[in-house]
T-cell receptor
Framework: ETGVTQTPRHLVMGMTNKKSLKCEQH?????MYWYKQSAKKPLELMFV???????ENNSVPSRFSPECPNSSHLFLHLHTLQPEDSALYLC??????????????FGPGTRLTVT | KQEVTQIPAALSVPEGENLVLNCSFT??????LQWFRQDPGKGLTSLLL?????REQTSGRLNASLDKSSGRSTLYIAASQPGDSATYLC??????????FGTGTSLTVIP
């Protein structure tokens, strides 16, 4: 384990469902990230939270809603998804944000399938 | 917008060979560059982080170099082993919290 855990590891949901992905980091970091990894495409940064404040939102559709209640936990709330949202969703954490950001540590990912 | 390219997309080598993976990026204004490996269906494991002021980093059989002015980084793997088989990704960080990843090089080390 890398110190970053994600649940569930696999999720199948219909387009009308509402579900949430959870990420927890045990490394004492102060920044957390959500990425989307689709086949044959580079990882796409979705959201960044630094000190529990959202600092980046890369034009992600509103059907994805992040939440960061504290520096150790990050959620991604999903609703009314489309089949093209099927992907591996990765959470990461790091110490620092802004200019001095150190290594990113990733969780194992949640494999999401939208039917 | 920053673009990150990794060549080759796939590489197959016999065990014991030394090899080089390449990463190029279009905008040299980066804070750092990080190399990862990813095993099938799993998350990313950090291998090496090079800050923009550094030229190289080493960890065991791995050596990563960075030439910011030419927009290039290489990951050198010495004496490759079957356990090195994975996809290798590079990522650059620009101003703010923008991270850009390449599509990776899929490495197979044949016993």
């Amino acid at each position: 384990e890398t110190g970053v855990t994600q649940t569930p590891r696999h999720l199948v949901m219909g387009m009308t469902n509402k579900k949430s992905l959870k990420c927890e980091q045990h490394l004492g970091h102060n920044a957390m990230y959500w990425y989307k990894q689709s086949a044959k495409k580079p990882l796409e940064l979705m959201f960044v939270y630094s000190l529990e404040e959202r600092v980046e939102n890369n034009s992600v559709p509103s059907r994805f809603s992040p939440e960061c209640p504290n520096s150790s936990h990050l959620f991604l709330h999903l609703h009314t998804l489309q089949p093209e949202d099927s992907a591996l969703y990765l959470c990461a954490s790091s110490q620092g944000a802004g200019e001095m950001t150190y290594e990113q540590y990733f969780g194992p990912g949640t494999r999401l399938t939208v039917t | 917008k920053q673009e990150v390219t990794q060549i080759p997309a796939a590489l197959s080598v016999p065990e014991g060979e030394n090899l080089v993976l390449n990463c190029s990026f279009t905008d040299s204004a980066i804070y750092n560059l990080q190399w990862f490996r990813q095993d099938p269906g799993k998350g990313l494991t950090s291998l090496l982080l090079i800050q923009s002021s550094q030229r190289e980093q080493t960890s065991g059989r791995l050596n990563a170099s960075l030439d910011k002015s030419s927009g290039r980084s290489t990951l050198y793997i010495a004496a490759s082993q079957p356990g090195d088989s994975a996809t290798y990704l590079c990522a650059v960080r620009r101003t703010g919290n923008q991270f850009y990843f390449g599509t990776g090089t899929s490495l197979t080390v044949i016993p």
